[in-house]
């Protein structure tokens, strides 16, 4: 064995100076893009900042146990946030399928090697709201059956012994209750409420808001707007189900998360994007991509009967946004033709939108690319006028 330190050095990596990196995305034949649509899971998500990738690099070079790491950080990001506890999941949906599991078992190390079988646990989620949203999935991972309410006076009539969880999707509520009467109801029968916030930040309040209003459990997007690792979350909130949502994951083996390991790089890394993101000026930031925005608007408005209208969406992807659109007699493509050419044009662009309309935001763009983004529309709408 030589000297420890250079031989812990070599096996890691090139040696000092700045490593030669291969264009692998290139090698691969893979099509990058510019993101204008938004932190899309399909499109990759959001890009990590320096500081998250330090901390992964950081982390790589040695050994902690897993579950230590996961104590301290969860520690700090719930003491960062000033809420009870946290941990850090796969994902939002990692931390609503643990999350869940925790509420149906408790401590009970018996019940965590039972499930998906719920056999004698109460194992029915009340589910706010008739949206049809994928991601419910992540409760019915665990067993437990979902049932849905639309309104108040079905929520408290729905509820009964086999009651477990009442569940709200913060984002796609299609009801008249208010988070507030959600969470109230669950305190007056004293069952566990969870929030499900994966792209509610900005704003950062958010953060916290629902854990101070009463939510037992909320579930954060590490990969969204806090920009850590794409395939990391969140779970915030009361300690006592945290802990319990913990014994559903690795190290230990017998459970329904066990596919859902986070490495320490990961834990370590999300705690610093969570740091980053409360140390942002965000007011500064909302205002240049405000700017930013009437730029793009601007730049778009030259081609005659183009349209473009400044949005904020109320929840989820809470950004400056800006919606065009234009009179397809005096310029005729469609807006899925229009996307499409700015997808196959170079660079490529992503945007995002319905069938009537192209819809940008800036939040995920790199430095440098609000001006391209803003010519290519423009020259793809003015060539189709042409
Ligand atoms: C993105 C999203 C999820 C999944 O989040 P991941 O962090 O990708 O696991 C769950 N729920 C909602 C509402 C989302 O927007």
């Given at each position: ?90 994902g939002a ?105 994966a792209a ?20 954060v997007s590490g990969g969204k707007?806090l ?6 979350g ?153």
């Amino acid at each position: 064995m030589g000297g420890g330190g250079s031989a812990t050095a070599s096996h890691l990596g090139r040696g000092s100076g700045i490593p030669e990196y291969r264009d692998y995305f290139a090698e691969l034949g893979l099509r990058t893009f510019i993101n204008a649509a938004g932190t899309l899971t399909a499109l990759s998500g959001s890009l990590m900042p320096d500081e998250v990738v330090e901390a992964y690099d950081y982390a790589r070079r040695t050994y902690v146990r897993l579950d230590d790491i996961q104590d301290k950080v969860g520690e700090r990001i719930a003491s960062m946030l000033g809420v009870e506890y946290a941990t850090v999941t796969t994902g939002a949906f990692g931390a609503i399928t643990l999350g869940t599991a925790g509420v149906l078992t408790g401590m009970d190390e018996k019940k965590v090697a039972q499930l998906p079988d719920t056999t004698g646990m109460k194992n029915v989620v009340i589910k706010m709201g008739t949206s049809d949203i994928g991601y419910i999935h992540a409760v019915l991972n665990t067993g437990a059956k979902v049932i849905e309410v639309s309104t108040l006076q079905e929520l408290e009539n729905a509820i009964d012994e086999r009651t477990a969880m009442l569940f709200y999707f913060n984002a796609y509520n299609n009801t008249d209750v208010t988070p507030e009467q959600f969470v109230a109801v669950g305190k007056k029968y004293g069952i566990p409420t969870f929030n499900d916030i994966a792209a509610d930040v900005p704003p950062v309040e958010n953060l916290w808001k629902y854990s101070k209003m009463g939510f037992d459990l909320v579930a954060v997007s590490g990969g969204k707007g806090l920009r850590g690792p794409q395939s990391a979350g969140l779970l915030l909130g009361r300690r006592d189900l945290i802990q319990a949502a913990r014994l559903h994951t690795p190290p230990r083996g017998a459970t329904i998360g066990r596919g859902m390991k986070v490495n320490k790089e990961e834990v370590l890394a999300m705690m610093v994007a969570v740091e980053r993101y409360l140390a942002t000026d965000h007011e500064k930031e909302w205002k240049e991509w405000e700017s930013q925005i009437q730029f793009i608007s601007d730049t778009v408005k030259t081609v005659p009967g183009t349209e473009t209208e400044y949005y904020v969406p109320e929840i989820a992807n809470h950004v400056p946004t800006l919606r065009i659109t234009w009179d397809q007699n005096r310029i005729p493509v469609t807006p899925n033709d229009a996307k499409q050419r700015l997808r196959d044009g170079h660079p490529s662009i992503e945007t995002g939108g319905g069938r009537d309309d192209i819809s940008v935001s800036v939040w995920m763009m790199r430095p440098g690319e609000v001006e391209i983004v803003a010519y290519r529309i423009r020259d793809v709408l003015r060539a189709a006028a042409a």
